[in-house]
């Protein structure tokens, strides 16, 4: 991770202080969920991801909706209906909203860091629901792999390298759709030479630029 992702000095900052005490240490097997109301002291807080994968959703009357996943360095805000769960093993770090608010009051560099993390949530859910309302599951899964290949990729001889990559049923849950659109599309992209499997060990994008212009309107539609 970055030494300057906003989220990493955000606990820095706390853990040097006396907002020490306020953090929380998890380390989650993959599967393993973890609810808002866990935290005995309050629910109220930010989950951020240190190591692994987080997915958070919605369950109601048997079904399922995924709202966002979270990679190392990311965050997600919690309450106490709050539903995580590890996609892989994790280490998450908890952060009452308490904390953030009493620690923000008295260091004013510490806000400043703060304030870009919220943004960022904010957009994310944005985002979440003009893609479901707009957008078809070809731009939502092109979009998914370029987070995922900002977020977890490396450069390669071949293009960018995802180790350990989500499978389809993870894309299809990450942005709402189903398992077999979600293989559909992929199949596409493997036909184009764009996208290359290796099984579960990994993945290569071998022309990202490509894959973003496909989902970057045209310069006239910006406006």
């Known amino acids: 991770m970055s030494g300057d992702n906003p989220i990493n000095v955000l606990i820095q900052r706390m853990s040097a202080g006396p907002g020490a005490r306020h953090l929380s240490t998890r380390r989650l097997t993959a599967g393993q ?9 309050e629910a109220d807080g930010l ?18 909706a995924t709202l ?34 009493d620690y923000a009051v008295t260091d004013f560099e510490f806000a400043l860091w703060a304030m870009p993390i919220f943004d960022r949530l904010l957009e994310r859910s944005i985002r979440r629901i003009e893609d ?21 990729g490396r450069p390669g001889a071949a293009g960018i390298v995802i180790a350990q990559p989500p499978n389809a049923e993870d894309f299809a849950m990450e942005i709402g759709a189903t398992r077999q659109s979600v293989s559909t599309v ?12 290796f099984g579960q060990r990994s993945m290569v994008i071998s022309d990202l630029a490509r894959l973003r212009r496909e989902i970057t309107p045209p310069a006239a539609d910006r406006f």
């Open 68 to 101: 966002f996943v979270l990679g190392p360095g990311e965050a997600a805000r919690v309450h106490a209906g709050s539903l995580l769960e590890a996609r892989r093993d994790s280490e998450i770090v908890f952060i009452p909203m308490r904390a953030i608010r």
């Open 186 to 197: 992929m199949a596409d992209l493997v036909r184009c030479g764009i996208l290359h499997r």
């Open 33 to 41: 969920m973890f609810r808002g109301s866990d935290e005995e002291s």
């Open 47 to 64: 989950v951020v991801v240190r190591a692994g994968c987080l997915r958070s959703f919605l369950s109601r009357d048997g079904r399922e």
């Open 132 to 152: 479901m309302a707009f957008d078809d599951v070809r731009h939502r899964l092109i979009r998914a792999l370029c987070d995922t290949a900002d977020r977890e």
